[in-house]
């Protein structure tokens, strides 16, 4: 057991492309659930529309890169707007479950048969980041060396950027939470009829809510797709969404910091548990495993982790017992 | 001898005070004294008027208003005995539920499918049943929320406090005279959730007058208040009418109605069965028979005789088992 790599693998995977992914889609999240409260189980459909809207325009239409940003960002507003106009006059219980069915058609019609020229089915799209890789500035190599920590110059890139978006995303949330337009959102979250009755356009206030999240959780989406240079359907599975809800509920719903901090924290405990228990199998401490079963059992952890989370601390990390929108008890 | 100057202003400020309540209350009495004293009356100057409002749940019909009308600067109660419709016809009047039939204006503008966030900007605003603070949100951030037209409210001006900062002052500052007035400056920190009762009945009606209503629409505003706060409340209420408001308020509470009500509209099953002044309601026998029964001062023996049948059927119980009478 080398304790030295499996302390270097977690961190370095804390701080991370992926990591960066999930925590933009966690403070788009963060702006939705925790500060709205809508019950939106369908974050993944966003970083799935914004990827896919990236990659089809560059890969199956071979426009510019820039062109899939757009239609990609497009992609997710317009999901947004079409999941929002029906669903935001529901109850937030049927907002969740409305959600998280939108997420699965989604992902079923991107891997569907029907549109495998366009979209790839299951195998899903590649090589449409290039573009994204040739604007580093970072020299050719194999890669820098932090301390022990190593990162290819491309994910390194990717994370440059994707830590930029999550400070600049930070400071909106920061900013609107503080403004008169958060303050509506805290007020519809507690009782949206009381918010009603004094004149605010409750509706449209969600709906700027849902769009504004639903933006913030697509560019995670083009990182994830951007980090592997692939997109492919079974990424994008609700397995994400409870991902994001765990990394935003650890962290601290209607925090600024809250989904950074659940994400770098989820981040860690993820690739800790894989690789020491992939380690221990190897060294056979561990016998009723096979290396190829490690990473499933983390899964089940993240499962048993939310349950605790939501049992014994529903504010996270961060939070404030008063002021969360979550009562589990 | 501080105490005793204290003792005096106040007593000066009383006095003021009641002129001033003469003064409205007697204005708004005397624009009532014509009025006739029968259901759906014309008021020489309403501000709200409804027509045929009809609200059915399924076989039941909930709400059915020929027509009513409130006058502007008075204090209108609506009252009746549980199940009559008042919530309903609240929630109809404010948008926050659709009718089947009918038409209502305030200040003479339609409100048919006006949403409910319109009807609170026109300046109709209401409070509710089960009192709903925002929990979660502290006492001023309950106020601030109150205030209409605010530029912050806006997602883009949001993000540039720059340009909310100074109007954000002046309505702290409003928020701030109103929680005085209402006693709440003490708890202006403090998480709306932690307040008892009372003080979250005050906190919502304080938190209306953020809207700067024309007409103040209160829901049992005395539903769950001990009798101490309820002296203040009530004097909240009567002020609103000195500062020119109108109040149509829901109450089960006849004392209350009969202290501070201008006029009186009387609910039963979904109707207007009464209107007037409210110690003339009070003794009209459709009102008394609304609430208490048409035989209420009749023993079930005399009921049974009158309609013809048995009284032991009327009970429900049979020869063999003895009335509640023989046992004692």
New interface residues.
Partial sequence: MDWGFIFTASVSYALGALTVAYCLAAIGLNLQFGYTGLLNFGQAAFLASAGYGMAVMVTTFELSFWVGITVGLLATLALALLLGLPTLRLRADYLAIVTIAAAEVVRLVVRSVKFKETLGGSDGLQQFANRFYELSPLSDGFGINFGPFLFSNQELWVMIVGWSLVALFSL?TF??A???????L??I???E??????????YWYKM?ALM?GAMMAGFGGFIIGIFFNAVSPDIYATALTFAIYTILILGGAARVAGPILGAILFGFLFQFVNVTLSEAVNADYITFLDSSQTAQIRLVLVGAGLMLLMIYRPQGILGDR????LDAR | MPADSADTTDAADTTVAVGETTSRKEVATAALADVAREPGAAKPDPVLVADGIVRRFGGLTAVNVDHVEVQRGAITALIGPNGAGKTTFFNLLTGFDKPDDGTWSFNERPLNGVPPFRVARMGMVRTFQLTKVLSKLTVIENMRLGATGQRGERLFFGLIPPLWRSQERDITARADDLLARFNLDSKRAEFAGSLSGGQRKLLEMARALMVEPELVMLDEPMAGVNPALTQSLLGHVKDLREQGMTVLFVEHDMDMVRDISDWVIVMAQGAVIAEGPPLEVMSDQRVIDAYLGAHHDLSLAEVAAEEGIDAPELLGTHDSTPSPKDAS
Avoid at chain 1, 193 to 202: C, E, F, M, P, Y
């Fill in positions: 909106i900013l609107l503080r403004s008169p337009w958060g303050r509506i805290k007020g979250r507690e009782d009829d009381a918010v009603r009755s004094l004149g605010k356009n409750v700027q504004l008063r002021e969360i929108a």
